[in-house]
């Protein structure tokens, strides 16, 4: 008999699907300022974002990380975010024939 483990759900800040917390990108604004936080364990309020390109387009989720997060993203954690937003834009589907 294995305990069950709860697995905790948050949702998308940006399309508002309800995932595992682990399958979704943490962004935390910490005391030095917006981070993207890989492992989940940065102190601070946090938003979630999927991992798919559609949810990291930054017109639209800036305006609802700002919000989320209760803060105005800086020229530089948008360009942070930016970078991220390219590693998710996998090169191996958009292949075409
Ligand atoms: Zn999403």
Redesign the pocket.
Known sequence: MGKQKHQPIRT?V????ERPKRELIRIVRTKDGVRIDPTGKLAGRGAY??P?P??WRLDVAVPKLQRALKTMLTAEEKEMLAEFAETLLAPSDTVQD
Do not use: E, G, N, W
Not at 14 to 17: E, G, I, K, N, P
């Open positions: 998308c940006v399309c508002h699907a974002i999927c798919k559609d949810c």
